[in-house]
Nanobody
Framework: QVQLVESGGGLVQAGGSLRLSCAAS????????MAWFRQAPGKARLFVAA????????AYDDSVKGRFTIARDNARNSLTLQMNSLKPEDTAVYYC????????????WGPGTQVTVSS
């Protein structure tokens, strides 16, 4: 079993930056992919960014390309999301997720951290 805990959320003005972190514990040797998702009030949970645990290959949703950067630290079993040039529409609960294979859905989730961007 893998456990995930996010931190770093908060309130920021539009144009500002925040850095989210996700600490992984337990059977971290089973992790192959990690990602960030977000869920705004009344909306579905949506993909933000992902990274392959071994190679560090990344993927981003178009809405955050050029503004957000995902990174992993294998030695510390941690994942980060650097968010720059934040917009009010980035307001959401941000979730860290993990999975152990390319053909499966993300099946381990953290409790989430709130990010609020004021205009």
């Amino acid at each position: 079993q893998v456990q995930l805990v996010e931190s770093g959320g908060g309130l920021v003005q539009a144009g500002g930056s925040l850095r989210l972190s996700c600490a992984a514990s337990g059977r971290t040797d089973s992790i192959r992919y990690m990602a960030w998702f977000r869920q705004a009030p009344g909306k579905a949970r949506l993909f933000v960014a992902a990274v392959t645990w071994s190679e560090g290959d990344t993927a981003y949703d178009d809405s955050v390309k050029g503004r957000f950067t995902i990174a992993r630290d294998n030695a510390r079993n941690s994942l980060t999301l650097q968010m720059n040039s934040l917009k009010p529409e980035d307001t959401a609960v941000y979730y860290c997720a993990a999975k152990n294979g390319p053909g499966t859905g993300y099946d381990v989730w953290g409790p989430g951290t709130q990010v609020t961007v004021s205009s």
